[in-house]
């Protein structure tokens, strides 16, 4: 690869004559997204990538969304092909019907590595089965309810609602993204790894391993961008640039982690017979495991709780507030659910409560379609194949399905998928009692795969639901979350491993009458 790497750089300054002529708006490589991107000798699509850097889940969405058969092919410099599909009978294809041949692959794992190690998200094959396994027991209806009726009861009346209260009565504007944030993290962490940072607390911590998480997600993201890993792994090899702040990103990481697991093993140490149910103790007396791979695991499932679930409830709240008609439905919704209000009844189940917020549940569900958590997904071919729209896919090629694209294709939603309409995911249906009420009627997960589909599907997606519709009748129910960005406009949609809002949201809070 060195050799195909010099030749590039000694292309570069053709790159920068040509953009530095500055093209007008709309002219810029790839900027039409009914016509394919350029491709060039050696250097593929690399002009219209670079032109849409900034943009690249948007651009590549277009890309989709104007494809007759939904795929479509991103030439790479030096030959690389990237398949991208928006197709529910391919999704179907990579994620269940050929499912042993679409896997993480070397290119991802190496680019992760540093950061997510041989944690869940990052492995194939035995390392895969195994942790799947042991962390399926975390998700029985015995978990569930504790998890939802004591884990994010408590953070939601003892630190969430005690913050928003003063928000409100101070006139204070706050990041909700960032508080979300440090609420899942919080929950995580509790049901995870027994164990609590208090990291949602009204002096709002900047902890360390925060601040190092975001930067170690975001660079090892970066690396799928260069155009070749060679470039990445000769910083990484001199310790400059982005790989040296990676490094120190990891070590605080780690650090973190590293201290969740010391503590759990003294625990244990201390109570042997005690009979734990967080996810940690499970895979510590299941076997001997050594401490990188302990790591690993901590490392992965705080990604998952943390990154996926604020990331849809920011989303949702900023849609909420730009559709006033939803929020008065699931204000309807809240208001008969008198025992999510408070615990003093002891005959209350706010888990039986929560699961029967159908209404809620279909517009976060309408929420995740427009903004998916996870935007893009990749698999690598171990084998040649070829995907059902007649597409051939070589040994090593990575194949990439789109929930963002896919949530906007007309086809599958409509000529009404650019609004925010939850009753898409609803139907009457009459009780006995003559009385009308919703029913969720649910998405073909390979038309809908936010929570992935097949073999892989998300081990978490009723926690995750769980957690958001708690939130949202404890929020809602009390406050008018309302967002105060300058322009009024649509936030940015970032994306790294999972998406984020640039620049945070922030919001003032508002008190119900």
Request: with cysteine.
């Amino acid at each position: 690869m060195f050799i195909p790497s010099l030749i590039f750089f000694l292309l570069l300054p053709l790159f920068f004559i040509f953009f530095k002529s500055k093209p007008k708006p709309g002219s810029e490589p790839g900027s039409d997204p009914h016509l394919p991107p350029k491709s060039y000798p050696i250097i593929g699509t690399y002009l219209s990538i670079y032109a849409n850097r900034h943009r690249l889940t948007q651009w590549t969405s277009d890309l989709l969304r104007h494809s007759p058969t939904l795929t479509a092919v991103i030439h790479r410099p030096f030959g690389q092909r990237r398949i991208l599909t928006a197709d529910p009978a391919v999704v179907q294809h990579i994620l269940k019907t050929n499912f042993p041949i679409y896997q993480k692959g070397h290119l991802f794992r190496s680019a992760l590595f540093d950061v997510l190690g041989n944690g869940i998200f990052n492995v194939d094959g035995d390392d895969w089965k195994l942790q799947r396994q042991l962390s399926s027991h975390e998700f029985n209806t015995k978990s569930l309810r504790h998890f939802v009726e004591h884990v994010v009861d408590d953070e939601l009346n003892h630190r969430l609602i005690p913050i928003l209260t003063s928000a409100a009565r101070g006139g204070d504007v706050l990041d909700l993204q960032d508080i979300l944030q440090r609420f899942a993290f919080d929950n995580i962490c509790k049901i995870a790894f027994g164990y609590d940072p208090a990291y949602l607390t009204p002096s709002l911590p900047q902890a360390k391993f925060a601040v190092a998480f975001d930067d170690g997600v975001r660079i090892s993201t970066e690396r799928f961008r260069y155009i070749s890993p060679v470039i990445w792994k000769i910083q990484k090899l001199l310790n400059i640039g982005s790989e040296k702040r990676l490094k120190l990103a990891v070590a605080e990481i780690r650090e973190f982690a590293g201290e969740i697991l010391k503590e759990k093993k003294e625990e244990l140490s201390r109570n042997p017979s005690v009979e734990s149910v967080d996810l940690l103790s499970r895979f510590l007396r299941s076997g001997s495991y050594d401490e990188d791979f302990m790591i690993d695991i901590v490392i992965s499932f705080i990604l998952a709780g943390r990154d996926t679930t604020s990331a849809a409830l920011v989303w949702f709240f900023w849609l909420i507030w730009r559709n006033p008609a939803v929020e008065v439905e699931i204000l309807n919704e809240i208001k008969p659910k008198s025992k999510l209000e408070s615990k003093s009844d002891s005959d209350s189940s706010i888990y039986d409560e929560v699961k029967d917020m159908i209404y809620t549940h279909a517009s976060l569900c309408e929420s995740m379609r427009l903004y998916p958590p996870v935007p893009v997904d990749s698999k690598m071919a171990s084998s040649d194949d070829v995907l059902p729209d007649g597409t051939a896919v070589k040994r090593g090629e990575m194949v990439s399905y789109h929930p963002y694209a896919m949530g906007r294709v007309e086809r599958l939603w409509g000529k009404d998928w650019p609004e925010f309409r939850p009753e898409r995911w609803l139907e009457k249906e009459e009780t006995a009692a003559v009385e009308e009420k919703w029913r969720f009627v649910a998405r073909d997960p390979y038309t809908y795969p936010v929570f992935q589909a097949g073999p892989r599907v998300c081990l978490g997606k009723e926690m995750a639901f769980l957690q958001m519709k708690r939130v949202v009748a404890g929020v809602l129910g009390r406050f008018k979350v309302v967002p105060v960005a300058e322009d009024g406009g649509e936030p940015v949609y970032l994306t790294a491993l999972t998406s984020k809002m640039k620049g945070g949201l922030p919001v003032k809070i508002v008190e119900r009458k």
